[in-house]
């Protein structure tokens, strides 16, 4: 079994969307506003394990360790590639890291941010490192437009009626994992950090060290490779 | 098909390629009041950009659904007796 199979076996379909569903309503969706006000709260709860961290606390490590290392594995397993082995060992090189310069932390933004970007930047180094990414041309599977700004193939179709079900499905999750795994390492972290994980468009700038704007572009790429994925899985033109 | 392009770059001032670069903004409720009624209005009568909307939503949808809200006891087990043993090294 693949490691990507692996990890696929054991992770749990969210019943509830982490994000603003999508479905008949075209409403803008008030997104991620519940994950940040979770993530706000949850980073106010540690703020006395982190002092206590600063004077070296191991126990202190080890509650932190508790309350994050699920969400950071998960981060590390995702921008890897489905990779458990490499995934454990950033965990291990983030909490390390974090014991050794917890004094380093200034709280100018939350400890969770803090630890997302030791977990991104450690993920990172070792995709660079490994040399295993094989990125993929965008294009082919972006919409494409005529040159009087109209969608280049008509009708566009709706396969997003598509049963909630199917999306739990090994296959698609597999496909939807692969197809994450074939954007640009820093496009992947954006869209993992926030369509996986919540975070708003201003924490991943924090996390990645780029501007709003830098992650909202990214974002909005990457989200389209994976639109452009799916309609060709669903038997769809891309465009 | 012609008559139809023809009417919606008429009625709404923006172009499906338009439209879908605004897409992000508008699902983020930061396009300003002039540009959402664009959005909206443009909507309104062209399906392939609602269908496009409807899809790139579903599309994060299903992108939310490969969240891990647990790891296996045993990885986190392993993970905190090599950090534990490290520290106490």
Same mark, same amino acid.
């Given at each position: 079994?693949?490691?990507?199979?692996?990890?696929?076996?054991?992770?749990?379909?969210?019943? #509830?969307p982490r994000v603003s569903p999508a479905?008949?309503?075209?409403?803008?969706m008030?997104n991620r506003?519940?994950a940040?006000?979770?993530?706000?709260?949850? =980073?106010?709860?540690?703020?006395?394990?982190?002092?206590?961290?600063?004077?070296?606390?191991?126990?202190?490590?080890?509650?932190? %360790?508790?309350?994050?290392?699920?969400?950071?594995?998960?981060?590390?397993?995702?921008?890897?590639?489905?990779?458990?082995?490499?995934?454990?060992?950033?965990?291990?090189?983030?909490?390390?890291?974090? %014991?050794?310069?917890?004094?380093?932390?200034?709280?100018?933004?939350?400890? $969770? #941010?803090?630890?997302?970007?030791?977990?991104?930047?450690?993920?990172?180094?070792?995709?660079?490192?490994?040399?295993?990414?094989?990125? +993929?041309?965008?294009?082919?599977?972006?919409?494409? %437009?005529?040159?009087?700004?109209?969608?280049?193939?008509?009708?566009?179709?709706?396969? =997003?009626?598509?049963?909630?079900?199917?999306?739990?499905?090994?296959?698609?999750?597999?496909?939807?994992?692969?197809?994450?795994?074939?954007?640009?390492? +820093?496009?992947? $972290?954006?869209?993992?950090?926030s369509d996986v994980?919540g975070?708003?468009?201003?924490?991943?700038?924090?996390?990645?060290?780029?501007?709003?704007?830098?992650?909202?572009?990214?974002?909005?790429?990457?989200?389209?490779?994976?639109?452009?994925?799916?309609? +060709?899985? %669903?038997?769809?033109?891309?465009? | 098909?012609?008559?139809?392009?023809?009417?919606?770059?008429?009625?709404?001032?923006?172009?499906?390629?338009?439209?879908?670069?605004?897409?992000?903004?508008?699902l983020?409720?930061?396009?300003?009041?002039?540009?959402?009624?664009?959005?909206?209005?443009?909507?309104?009568?062209?399906?392939?950009?609602?269908?496009?909307?409807?899809?790139?939503k579903?599309?994060i949808q299903?992108t939310g659904?490969?969240?891990?809200?647990?790891?296996?006891?045993?990885?986190?087990?392993?993970?905190?007796?090599?950090?534990?043993?490290?520290?106490?090294?």
């Amino acid at each position: 079994m693949s490691a990507e199979n692996l990890f696929a076996s054991r992770i749990s379909f969210a019943e #509830t969307p982490r994000v603003s569903p999508a479905g008949a309503s075209l409403a803008p969706m008030k997104n991620r506003a519940k994950a940040v006000a979770k993530n706000k709260k949850g =980073s106010e709860s540690q703020t006395g394990l982190i002092e206590r961290l600063k004077a070296g606390d191991e126990a202190a490590l080890e509650s932190l %360790f508790k309350l994050n290392s699920a969400k950071l594995y998960n981060v590390a397993l995702r921008i890897l590639g489905g990779d458990a082995s490499d995934a454990e060992e950033v965990l291990q090189d983030v909490f390390m890291t974090a %014991f050794r310069k917890a004094r380093m932390f200034q709280g100018n933004s939350q400890f $969770s #941010t803090w630890l997302y970007r030791l977990t991104v930047n450690a993920a990172l180094g070792r995709m660079r490192r490994s040399k295993k990414h094989k990125e +993929v041309e965008y294009e082919e599977f972006l919409p494409k %437009f005529q040159k009087d700004g109209h969608h280049q193939v008509r009708p566009v179709v709706d396969w =997003s009626d598509t049963p909630d079900e199917y999306y739990g499905l090994q296959e698609t999750r597999a496909l939807l994992a692969q197809a994450l795994n074939q954007l640009k390492p +820093v496009d992947k $972290s954006v869209v993992v950090l926030s369509d996986v994980e919540g975070l708003s468009d201003k924490q991943i700038a924090e996390t990645l060290n780029l501007t709003v704007s830098a992650v909202k572009t990214r974002l909005h790429r990457g989200r389209l490779f994976l639109r452009g994925k799916l309609a +060709v899985h %669903f038997g769809h033109s891309a465009a | 098909m012609a008559q139809r392009i023809t009417k919606t770059k008429h009625l709404t001032n923006k172009t499906c390629k338009q439209i879908a670069a605004l897409v992000l903004a508008y699902l983020n409720d930061e396009l300003s009041p002039r540009r959402k009624r664009d959005f909206q209005q443009h909507l309104k009568i062209c399906p392939d950009c609602v269908n496009f909307l409807k899809t790139y939503k579903k599309t994060i949808q299903a992108t939310g659904t490969l969240y891990a809200d647990d790891m296996p006891s045993k990885v986190r087990d392993n993970i905190w007796q090599f950090i534990r043993s490290k520290m106490r090294a």
